[in-house]
């Protein structure tokens, strides 16, 4: 396999219309090569697709890394000059161009007007921060503009919601969450037990996975919501597993909850800008998300909360803030509640409108596409470094491993995230039959930016929005030079 060259392509539009729900990456890809006439495997295929993408043009509004830029790199490995290869947009997504017009604005006018900005000036009036970017945010995970609120951090928005939809009774306090859900969802769902006054190893029901498997099953996940629903309040689960990469199917498990009376939401942390998402059809009670992943905000960004308009008036119990209050008589000062309804009455306090300004960066490059044709384009993507994984770095079968047990075994890559492609999103989950850490140093130092999880995986999100497929060649190249590195030195 050639190494490994920056090339900046674009031009036209990729026959993104083939890669449906039925069809596999694998077969489109195939069938590229056959009609590009060279293999998968080649820089010349990796140059034709970029060629056809029509979403190619994306990266240029978005800063990408230089090699000399990145701390961990050995400039000495690589041409300093060329790009680095971003696959952490699962971790933290690009910054857009537009970021520091916006920033940027919204300094020049605190400077020269004061008090004055918070009403009718320049993009992102400061009263009405949050709304600038509200029906944008409402667009990508679908719902209804006015079922979102733009505000706080994720687990902030969490524990608020679930002030709301976990009233727990004797027959009915439990939460079920996946076994491995992101630590911090774990720790919020404790805390509200105990809250309570019940105890997590009554009140938390947890899915795992079968013996042996990484993944949880679609059957199980329903199963045991059918077993335990009567006594069940709350089902919380994510989007998009961030450890495996795991696409869950939300509708089925919404309709699979609602059918046992149980209230339904969906951290979206790694969902929201990366999947189709139909939060108001299929209808989910509420979701949260944080907004510095594939929504490209910046870290610490301002995350966003849905509640379904079916309880746009609810009477639930809530946490109250004066941002909660109607506009239309915030400022009459009564100190007597006016709730706005729906999403917007669990506002707390005034939008930060620095926040805002790189989420409308990322707005305004996602409104220029759809998550439709993003998702076409990832299901390539992804399904591009899926085969040359397992064409370069698959387990050897019993026959291989004899033939090579004379020398050292060449190091092997698992894949943990689903092959289905209706069952992941960017991200693939790489296990490794040598040391993760000392893989992921030498991937460093050649320019590679993804990241590992304790215990043992590497994780990799090629993102429609802003890679490339030559940087997926690029990525299996650079992985080949890391694994011997780290194979010789063992």
């Known amino acids: 396999m050639d190494v490994l060259v920056n090339e900046d392509t674009g031009g036209l539009p990729i026959k993104q219309s083939q890669c449906n729900d039925q069809t596999h990456p694998k077969e489109i890809l195939l069938e590229k090569a056959a009609e590009f006439g060279c293999d998968v495997t080649d820089f010349e295929f990796a140059l034709q697709m970029d060629k056809e993408d029509s979403l190619s043009k994306f990266r240029s509004d978005f800063h990408y890394p230089k090699m000399k830029d990145i701390p961990t790199v050995d400039t000495t490995l690589v041409d300093g000059e060329s790009d680095c290869v971003y696959l952490c947009g699962n971790s933290l997504g690009l910054q857009p161009k537009g970021a520091s017009k916006y920033v940027n604005e919204v300094l020049e006018i605190w400077s020269k007007i004061g008090v004055h900005g918070h009403f009718g000036h320049g ?48 027959q009915r306090h439990k939460i079920l969450i996946e076994a491995k859900a992101f630590p911090s969802d774990h720790y919020v769902v404790e805390s509200q037990i105990r809250l309570h006054g019940f105890d997590p190893k009554d009140s938390l029901v947890l899915v795992k996975p079968r013996n042996g498997e990484e993944t949880l099953r679609h059957e199980d996940i329903v199963k045991l919501i059918e077993e335990e629903g009567d006594e069940i309040a709350v089902v919380l689960f994510s989007g998009v597993q961030y450890y495996t990469g795991q696409l869950f199917d939300m509708k089925a498990i919404t309709k699979a909850g609602h059918k046992k009376g149980c209230y339904v939401g969906f951290d979206l942390a790694h969902a929201a800008g990366n999947v189709e998402i139909e939060l108001h059809d299929w209808d989910v009670d509420f979701a949260c998300w944080c907004s510095y992943k594939y929504m490209n905000s910046g870290a610490g960004g301002i995350a966003g909360a849905f509640i379904h308009e079916k309880h746009a008036n609810n009477d639930f119990p809530k946490l109250l803030g004066w941002w909660g209050h109607d506009m239309k008589t915030r400022f009459k000062m009564t100190n007597e509640m006016d709730l706005a309804p729906g999403a917007a009455g669990y506002r707390l306090s005034n939008p930060p409108p620095l926040l805002v300004g790189t989420v409308l960066a990322s707005m305004d490059v996602f409104m220029q596409t759809s998550m439709s044709e993003l998702r076409k384009k990832s299901k390539l993507l992804t399904g591009y470094l899926e085969f040359l994984i397992k064409k ?85 190249g650079i992985l080949k030079e890391a694994l011997q590195v780290v194979s010789l030195n063992e």
Request: hydrophobic letters at 35%.
């Open 392 to 476: 370069y770095y698959s387990k050897p079968s019993c026959g291989q491993l004899a033939l090579e047990s004379e020398s050292k075994t060449k190091p092997h890559v698992s894949i943990i995230t689903p092959s289905d492609p209706n069952q992941r999103g960017c991200q693939l989950s790489l296990m490794f039959s040598v040391p993760i850490t000392n893989v992921h140093q030498e991937m460093e130092k050649r320019g590679i930016a993804c990241d590992k999880r304790e215990p043992n995986v590497i994780r990799v999100a090629p993102t429609p929005l802003y890679n490339s497929f030559m940087d997926v060649y690029r990525f299996v």
């Open 123 to 170: 993009h992102i009036p400061w009263a009405y921060a949050d709304e600038v970017v509200q029906q944008q945010s409402a667009q990508i995970v679908g719902a209804k503009t006015e079922e979102v609120a733009i505000m706080n951090g994720l687990t902030v928005n969490i524990h608020l919601l679930l002030i709301s939809f976990y009233r727990p009774t004797k």
